[in-house]
């Protein structure tokens, strides 16, 4: 299985930021990990195939980078 991860498209507002990255077909929400602070976004893809380590994890965005301005927790969200 290769892990084809890939930011499909980004789209920054005022006050919103969109982005869209492309995951394997087979991906299902159990394997993503999103977590949400006020001033980072952490998300990563966890291994979908079984027959590999069950912790690996691609990163998709570093919560260890720090975003330009504060984050409404409450407004962000994320959907497959």
């Known amino acids: ?3 084809f991860v890939n930011i499909h498209s980004s789209k920054e507002e ?3 930021i969109e982005l869209t990255i ?3 077909p ?3 929400a159990k394997n993503i ?3 949400c602070s006020s001033d980072a976004i952490d998300l990563r893809l966890k ?3 079984a027959d590999a380590d069950a912790e ?3 990163i998709l ?3 260890k980078r720090k975003m330009r301005g504060k984050i409404c927790v409450d407004g962000t969200f994320w959907s497959i």
């Open 61 to 63: 965005l570093d919560g």
């Open 14 to 16: 005022q006050f919103e």
């Open 56 to 58: 690996e994890e691609k």
């Open 1 to 3: 299985m290769s892990w």
């Open 22 to 24: 492309s995951v394997p």
């Open 47 to 49: 291994n979908i195939d």
């Open 33 to 35: 990990k999103f977590k």
């Open 26 to 28: 087979q991906t299902s």
